[in-house]
Nanobody
């Protein structure tokens, strides 16, 4: 099983980026797929999650209203549309997949991607 996270890059504040997460050897159906991020010197934190079957979405307060998580069933891919980016959004973003109900906790996920770096400059 391999998750691939991509789409990171450098952008100025108030800009936008879209991250993608796809999987090989794993079908996202019946899973919860999430994005976490980790800034230098900080712990990994929850960003957003989507329960694949129901389409329910969850967001950290810090990104609510700016980020949108969505899925493409046919492509087995999850997206994170990030708008109105702020310098404090700078981090390595990881996608994760799992079956636990603990959607906001890293221990709720069994599979992790390699991370993609997002840098937001002021």
């Amino acid at each position: 099983v391999q998750l691939q996270a991509y789409g990171g890059g450098s952008v100025q504040a108030e800009g936008s980026l879209r991250l993608s997460c796809s999987a090989t050897g794993l079908t996202f159906s019946s899973k919860t797929v999430a994005w976490f991020r980790q800034a230098p010197g900080k712990e990994r934190e929850f960003v957003a999650a989507i329960r694949w079957s129901a389409g329910s979405t969850y967001y950290a307060d810090s990104v609510k209203g700016r980020f949108t998580i969505s899925r493409d069933n046919a492509k087995n891919t999850v997206y994170l549309q990030m708008n109105s980016l702020k310098p404090e959004d700078t981090a390595v973003y990881y996608c994760a997949a799992g079956g636990s109900s603990w959607y906001s906790r890293p221990e709720g996920y069994d599979y992790w991607g390699q991370g993609t770096l997002v840098t937001v400059s002021s």
